[in-house]
C-alpha cells in the first residue's frame, strides 16, 4: 500500500477546511460558530459526493457511514474536530478529519469496503477554551454532558452552550433524551502537541493513554507587604521567596518520581506579582499561581498532591507570616486506550513499515470522552513541529499519509491483532 494515494485527499480537506476561519494570524473556528458549522458542511459535502451516509444528530456532530463487508462487527469511528483555539494552527483537529475522510475515500475508489462499518466522526466543540466543559459534542453523542453544562458561558461572547447551539440550528433540548451512540470503536489521528516524534525522527507512533490532570486554578500565597530597604530579612514574609521555595521543592519530587519510573509532569503556567499593588520597592505581600500537575496514573497525581500539602507546611513553618491558600481543585482522570485495539495497529504497522514508537498524550482529545464511555478507542499521534494551539503547527501530509495508510491495513483486516 503506498501511502502518497492518500495525498490528495488529504490535503484537499487539509486546504477547504482551513480556507475557513476568523481573520488570521492563524486559523480561528470557535466551537459553535458559524466557521465550525461552515467546516462541517465541508466535510458532510464531500462525504456525501463519496455516496457515504450523513446523519448530524442534536449536537451537530456529523457522522458519515461506508458500511462495511461484516454488519456483525462494531462500527469503527474515525475523526476529530473542526473547532480550533483562537489563532489555532492548520492541523489540531483537522488532521484527523483529513486522515477519516481520505479513508473512507480510498475504500470507495477501491469498490471493496472496510471489514466493519466505517464512519467518519466530525465532534463539535472540543476545544475546551471557548466553552469551559470538557469534549462538549461527543459527550453529546455518548449521552454523556449533564443538562447543567449546557448553561457554560462562551468565554468571547458571554451567551451560554444552549444558546449557541440553537444560533447553530441545534436542539440543546433534545440532549436529555438523546439516544447515545451504539457502542462502537473509536479511533483519532492527531497531530503531537509536543517535539518527541520530532526529535526521534519519527513519523507517527500509537498513543497507550492519555494523562489525567490535577490542578488549581487560583492559588494564592498571603505574605506581608514591606519596604524593601526598611524591612529587616528576619522580619519579612516574602511571598515570591515562599513560591521559590515551592518550585524548587517540587522540581526535586517531579524528578524523584520520574527516576521511580513513574509519569508526571508539573506546570506552574501562570505566575502573577505583577499587579497594580505590587511595586519594584517594595516586598511582595501576595503572589497568584497556578498549578497543573499531569500523570498517568491516578495514585501519582494523589501522591503528588499529598507531598504538595506537605511541602506547603514545612514553608510555612520556615516563613512565619506566609500563608497558602490553594482554593478549589478540579482534576480529570487518566484514560487507558484499548489494548485490543493497540495490538491490532501495532500489527497492521508491523506488516506495513516496522515497529511504531509508543507513547502517552499530555493533552486531553475526544477519544478520552469515548474511552470514558466504556468504548474501545486509539489513537494515532503524527509528527508536528511547533507545538500545537499556534498559527505554526507544521505537520507534513506524508507522515499524515503514512499514519493514514496502517489504519486502511488494519480496517481491511481482523482488527483485534489476533
Ligand atoms: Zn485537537
New binding site residues.
Partial sequence: MNPTTFLPMLTRVLDEVNQISLPGPGFTRPSYSNEESRAHECIAGICEALGLKIRCDSAGNLFARLPGRDPSLPAVHIG??LDTVGQGGAY??TA?VAAAVALAAWFVERGQPPQADLIVTVTRA??SVWFPVSYAGSRMALGRLHPEELEARRRDTGRTLAEHMREQGFDPDAIRGLTPLRKGRFVEV??E?GPVLSAAGDTFALVTGIRGGLRYRTAQIHGAWAHSGAAPRAARADSVFAFADLVTALDSDWAETLARGDDLAVTFGIVDAASPVHAMAKVPGELGFCLDLRSDDKAILERTDAKLAIRIAGIEAQRPGIQFALGPQSHSMPVQLSAVLLEGLRQAALALYRPLPEMLSG?G??AAAFAAAGWDAAMLFVRNEHG?HNPDEAMHPQDLAEAVAVLAHWLDHKQDGN
Avoid: L, T
Fill in positions: 476529530s474536530h489540531d483537529g484527523g472540543e476545544e492527531h497531530i502537541q493533552g482529545h475526544d500545537s
